[in-house]
């Protein structure tokens, strides 16, 4: 029967650990490491989170009118032909939550009002409309001639070079 000789450490030396608890501590080190990289992850998706724009607030003012607003939906119709007058409209749009509450957006958000879309292209508006930008979520929508026309509502976010919403609805130019 052969026997081991138990070796230990000199005086202020320290003893070397074994394959398996080195092993282990490796594991257990791993699996702290991952737990923490998934908690941060989880942190960092939670404040990157963008608001859900279920529908838009639409707000024209036609030239020398009364302002009228609108929601716009993705999902359903439009609630009614939204009117323009002949000259330059001021438009102003507000994103709103499920429960049409305004969300705040982030100031690199911008209206967009085009003709529609071909993929993720912007068609131009039809003839005798044209937008023109004021501002993140405000612009002058000039229509010159009478008419009904479609129009796609965009709510792009610059910063991240997408839209948010897309929406068509009908107008009718008086």
């Known amino acids: 029967m052969s026997h081991r ?13 074994s394959w398996a608890a080195r092993r282990r501590a490796v ?33 024209v003012t036609p030239p020398g009118g009364t302002a009228t607003s609108y929601i716009v939906r993705t999902s359903g ?10 000259g330059a409209n001021t438009v102003s749009a ?3 939550d499920e429960n049409n509450q305004t969300l705040a957006l982030e100031s690199d958000f911008e209206l967009r009002l085009v ?5 993720e292209t912007e068609v131009p508006l039809p003839s005798g409309l044209a937008f023109t930008s ?11 001639a009478p008419g009904q026309r479609t129009i796609t509502l965009r709510m792009y976010h610059r910063g991240e070079r997408h839209s948010d919403f897309d929406a068509s609805f009908a107008t009718t130019v008086q």
Do not use: F, K, M, W
């Not at 119709?77 to 002949?86: E, G, I, K, N, Q």
């Not at 003709?115 to 993929?119: A, T």
């Open 27 to 59: 594991r257990a080190g791993l699996v702290l490491a991952t737990l923490a990289l998934g908690v941060a992850a989880c942190n960092d998706e939670d404040e990157d989170e963008e608001p859900e724009i279920e529908s838009v607030r639409l707000t």
């Open 134 to 144: 004021n501002g993140t979520l405000t612009g002058t929508l000039t229509a010159t």
């Open 94 to 96: 507000a994103a709103l």
């Open 5 to 17: 000789p138990t070796v230990r450490p000199t005086p202020g030396t320290l003893a070397r650990p």
């Open 115 to 119: 003709g529609g879309l071909q993929g």
């Open 77 to 86: 119709a439009t609630p009614a032909v939204v009117v323009l007058r002949s």
